[in-house]
């Protein structure tokens, strides 16, 4: 299981701690949600859709609609709807780092990467699935990651060497 610790951590930046050490029951609806996937019945961009929509009015709940959260450096933040399909991508990356490490989930991971556009997805195939690919594949997928998606979100974690 992916532990509700693991889904705070994860969304923390987004969220802050003020709004996240009131829901323990959301994290662990979130990682019950992560863990109970499977590709040969479920689809991502449901899974995703799903995270989505816990986050959402988990947040609307909590802020009567206001939609406004005090982050840890002290500044009141407005999420946008596109910030819970971030937060919904970047959670997803906790579920492709538990699967199994095969041809099938490469796969079923690249092809929700190509119809979505998922950073998670696409950092998944260049981190935990490069033994199964091409030095080609690697050198598209750097380009893709590094041209297609804000640096903020890969400077961490990609080979800035490439």
């Not at 910030?83 to 079923?108: G, I, N, Q």
Request: hydrophobic share 45%.
């Amino acid at each position: 299981m992916i532990s509700p610790e693991t889904v705070k951590q994860t969304l923390l930046p987004w969220l802050g701690s003020d709004f996240l050490d009131t829901q323990d029951e959301l994290c662990m609806r979130l990682g019950m949600a992560l863990f109970s996937y499977r590709a040969q019945r479920d689809t991502l961009a449901h899974l995703s859709q799903q995270l989505d929509n816990l986050m959402f009015m988990a947040v609307r709940e909590a802020t009567q609609g206001r939609m406004a959260l005090l982050m840890d450096t002290g500044q009141l933040i407005r999420l946008r709807m596109n910030d819970f399909a971030l937060m919904a991508d970047e959670l997803l990356y906790l579920l492709f780092e538990t699967m199994e490490k095969t041809p099938f989930h490469l796969a079923v991971i690249r092809e929700y990467s190509m119809r979505s556009g998922s950073l998670s997805a696409l950092r998944a195939l260049y981190l935990l699935y490069a033994h199964l690919q091409t030095q080609e594949e690697m050198a598209t997928l750097h380009r893709v990651i590094t041209t297609c998606h804000e640096p903020w979100r890969f400077r961490h974690w990609i080979d800035q060497t490439n």
